[in-house]
């Protein structure tokens, strides 16, 4: 399931408006620790650590750029299958009669050629999954005693093939990885906006009464917000 952040303004300004607020913190920490025990030097230095560790998690755009870099590779290997495909509809052509051709192109895969084209990576696994089927069960008629389809043309469809399914693989698995790490940011974000929202509720209550430090208590709880 997708978080949603918390804090209602970019990551960049709630890091900003969350380190302001624990210095301040620090400069006034007898005052919170009188107010309550745990607020102690500890429990500022780790807020601040937890809020480094959250902003170093890399961003989407970071994340992104390794799927986008598989997807060219990947749509470079299905520009060779889709080049085989055309061999093999050619193939097709030279080895059976016009009245079967349809037929004969649609089981090979004919039907996905427009959408893989297009990049529908599942198209593209369909119309190669149905040409290799098709190649093996009718590899004497595209033959043609040698003269249409060469013997080395299967070996090669089925190689190209594999290496797109592995290139696909590892694309879905780094896209999955790349919103998984978007979910662990927030998660991280939001839990240090937790923590630091606590502390600036209670320094309302610490300086009800010091209109000053109230006043920049307010200010930074507004950033943050």
């Known amino acids: 399931m997708k978080n949603q952040k918390k804090y209602p303004c970019t990551q960049q300004e709630f890091y900003t408006a969350a380190n302001l607020a624990w210095q301040n913190y620090q400069t006034n920490l007898a005052d919170f620790t009188a107010f309550k025990g745990k607020y102690t030097i500890e429990f500022g230095t780790e807020a601040v650590a937890d809020l480094l560790v959250a902003?170093?998690?890399?961003d989407a755009q970071s994340r992104s750029s390794v799927p986008e870099s598989l997807r060219i590779e990947m749509a470079a290997t299905?520009?060779?299958?889709?080049?085989?495909?055309?061999?093999?509809?050619?193939?097709?052509?030279?080895?059976?009669?016009e009245g079967q051709q349809k037929t004969m192109l649609e089981a090979a895969g004919s039907k996905f050629y427009l959408k893989a084209s297009n990049e529908s990576w599942t198209a593209m696994q369909s119309m190669l999954d149905a040409g290799a089927q098709f190649i093996t069960d009718h590899a004497t008629e595209l033959s043609q005693g040698g003269n249409n389809m060469p013997a080395t043309f299967a070996s090669k469809f089925n190689l190209d093939k594999t290496t797109f399914q592995t290139n696909y693989a590892a694309f879905i698995a780094a896209e999955q990885g790349s919103a998984g790490g978007t979910n662990d940011k927030i998660t991280a974000n939001n839990a240090c906006y937790d923590t630091l929202i606590k502390m600036l509720a209670d320094?309302?209550?610490?300086?009800?009464?010091d209109e000053a430090k109230k006043a920049l208590l307010f200010l930074i709880h507004c950033s943050a917000m």
């Not at 299905?78 to 009669?97: R, T, V």
């Not at 320094?203 to 009464?209: D, F, S």
């Open 78 to 97: 299905a520009g060779l299958c889709l080049h085989n495909f055309q061999m093999l509809k050619s193939y097709i052509a030279d080895a059976f009669p």
């Open 203 to 209: 320094g309302q209550v610490i300086y009800k009464n």
């Open 55 to 58: 902003k170093n998690i890399p």
